[in-house]
């Protein structure tokens, strides 16, 4: 990617407009949430942000937005509340379509509106990153490490004095945390133009003032989703870091930290390639737990229409579809009747699942019996075993050998696995014994037994 993302609109509830991006092609989405003031455009614009977020691309998925009342986004409605900023990542996930994305947000912020919407949709959020955590933004009795009131005097004074003046290039670079760029003229060009182009000063004062009234304390103990916690442990610079996020560590059940900040705030001024192994190592350790714990027990059922190339052929396509919807149909509220769920259809197939052995037996029983009157016989089969929840789909060996067991059975047969014939003792179900079988790319041999009705 050598270019900087289209910028598009996305339309909330009340009306209004934000900009997001999204770029980048990895197989998991990535949602990040910038601090305060962000302008998508102007970010491009500063070549350690548009290496980070390059090198971000090759393994994510990436989406990023202007919060309204900054940057690009919707300024005339002001300040967003959390619950606001809630609707509005919602908002540009179901325009960006990412369903469940890896959460990064930075500061008390980006961070908080992250940590207050994985703990109201744990079923939106793959995992969560809270880069230079901070769950309270003003001391408090109970959080002394917040910023003193003597700081948000001076931060105001400031914000009124030197908003985007180039003169003032240095001192808004510390504002922001990069100390590191504060002897480099094009940074201190750079961030005067951000500041003026991400709101104006009046603007930046309520965002301050919101900003100052972040407390999500409350909400950590409810964060249930996987969630890494970076940034300066132990920082000189900022004596209080490694505090804010001790605290919150010990907050989110279940929590992980890692020291990846040195005195710069934003995560592109850090050393890329570390932040971006150990971002990298922990998604992936996400993914894999997600992988061993999406499997459950099932019996999956196949079912083929007999013959059906050669009665295609003779019906003619129109004919055949007809007969073809006929079926489907059929078969689907047999699939109801006994509790099942359509995984998919394949051409003149289904795949489904079921819950208990005994029911998918007598809902393959029903289905050769109910397809009879529309001229059609099927072969069905099934296995019970370890599946693997793929989404919409699902797979593992357990499927595998279903679909074999099944392309062995006869027209108007339903045969299963030893497996099934197991389990269901005791339920009334009869099966013959049909030998053990080769099945293709299963290990060993398999006794297979075919139902009697």
Known sequence: MTDVPQTCWARTVDGAYLAYQVFGEGPTDLLYVPGWHSHLDVYWEQPLYASFMRRLARSFRVITFDKRG?????????????????????????????????????????????????????????????????????????????????????DDAFI??????????????????????????????????????????????????????????????????????AGALSDRAEADAGAHLRYIVSHIPGAVSADLGGADFPAFLGDQARILDQILAFV?????????????????????????????????????????????????????????TEVKTMGDGFLATFDGPARAVKCAQGICEAVRPLGLEVRAGCHTGEIELLGAD???????????????AGPSEVLVSSTVKDLVAGSGLVFSDRGEYELKGVPGSWRLYSSVK
């Open 394 to 408: 699902v797979g593992g060996v357990a499927v595998h050998i279903g679909a074999r067991v099944a392309a062995l």
């Open 284 to 340: 992936d350790s996400v993914r894999r737990e997600e992988q061993e714990l999406d499997r459950v027990l099932a019996t999956v059922l196949f079912t083929d229409v007999v013959g059906s190339t050669g009665r295609a052929c003779e019906m003619g396509d129109a004919c055949w579809q007809g007969l073809l919807e006929k079926h489907h149909a059929t078969v689907r509220t047999l699939l109801a009747r006994y509790r099942g």
């Open 70 to 154: 900054t940057g690009l986004s919707e300024r005339s409605l002001g300040t967003p509340d959390f619950e606001t900023m809630m609707d509005d990542v919602r908002t540009v996930l179901d325009a960006a379509a990412s369903r469940r994305p890896v959460l990064w947000g930075d500061g008390p912020d980006g961070g908080g509106s992250c940590a207050v919407f994985a703990a109201s949709f744990p079923d939106r959020a793959l995992a969560f990153i809270w880069w230079r955590a901070c769950a309270r933004t003003l001391s408090a009795v109970d959080y002394p490490w917040g910023q003193r009131l003597e700081g948000v005097i001076a």
């Open 160 to 229: 009124e004095q030197a908003w985007g003046d180039e003169q003032h290039g240095a001192e808004l670079l510390e504002f922001v945390g990069c100390p590191s760029l504060t002897d480099d003229p094009a940074a201190r060009r750079w961030i005067a133009k951000f500041f003026r182009y991400a709101g104006t000063p009046n603007g930046a004062k309520a965002f301050h003032e919101w900003y100052l009234g972040i407390d999500v304390r409350a909400v950590l103990s409810s964060i249930h989703v996987p969630t890494f916690v």
